[in-house]
């Protein structure tokens, strides 16, 4: 079963505009991982926020956790083509032990 | 090695017929997770190893799946009598343990599968 739930499933931008995806979840979490996956293929981690942050901010991603809410959102500022991709959240629950539980994703398209 | 490599990349079979799908992990990277992805859908867990602790399998689908790690390094993936239903992308990561909680997972690019 999935953990956690993207919202929305499918996003269109043109280039330079900021582009926000959420993730809702189910169970409490040791941490919140975000992925990219470019073609169907591996996954690149991008960005983890620990159960006791609110905000983390890498280059142009900056995600956010609410754990009252069980939901965390990436935004990604200033979009370039490049950035077309499908994007996953990923929850390790509290004593899950390292495994993480991955949502359906966000599929991203960003417009030259 | 530099990354996580799978092999084959691609692996057509024929309903019926046996499968191992090959994870080579990162050096030094102590925890090693199977996931599958069906097409347009989400990963799903099927099995995690931890150093020389008994593997996770909660995920594995069926007794047509198995896996296993030799030597705290290369993991195989074994499908037997394969379905339709079992053609996917199967996806393995490693990472450093516990690291996992600071750097996350590294995966390899995946192993298509496709049952004719």
């Known amino acids: 079963s999935q953990q956690g739930e993207e919202d929305p499933q499918a996003l269109s931008i043109q280039e330079g505009e900021n582009a926000t995806m959420n993730c809702s979840y189910k169970t409490s979490i040791n941490n919140l991982q975000w992925y990219r996956q470019n073609s169907g293929r591996g996954l690149v981690h991008l960005i983890l926020i620990r159960s006791n942050e609110r905000e983390k901010h890498s280059g142009r991603l900056r995600v956010t956790l609410d754990t009252s809410k069980k939901s965390s959102s990436l935004l990604i500022t200033a979009s370039r083509a490049a950035d077309t991709a499908s994007y996953f959240c990923a929850t390790e629950a509290i004593g899950g032990y390292q495994k993480v539980t991955f949502g359906i994703g966000t599929k991203l398209q960003v417009i030259p | 090695g530099a990354g996580v490599s799978q092999s084959p990349s691609n692996k057509v079979t024929e309903k019926g017929k046996d499968v191992e799908l090959r994870c080579d992990p990162i050096s030094g990277h102590t925890a090693l997770y199977w996931y599958r992805q069906s097409l347009g859908q989400g990963l799903e867990f099927l099995i995690y190893?931890?150093?020389?602790?008994?593997?996770?399998k909660s995920g594995l689908p069926s007794d047509r799946f198995s896996a296993e790690r030799t030597g705290g390094s290369v993991s195989t993936l074994t499908i037997q009598r394969t379905q339709q239903e079992d053609s996917a992308v199967y996806l393995c990561?490693?990472?450093?343990?516990?690291?996992?909680?600071?750097?996350?997972?590294?995966f390899g690019s995946g192993t298509r599968l496709t049952v004719v």
């Open positions: 190893f931890q150093g020389n602790s008994a593997p996770d």
């Open positions: 990561a490693s990472s450093l343990g516990a690291g996992a909680r600071v750097y996350g997972y590294t």
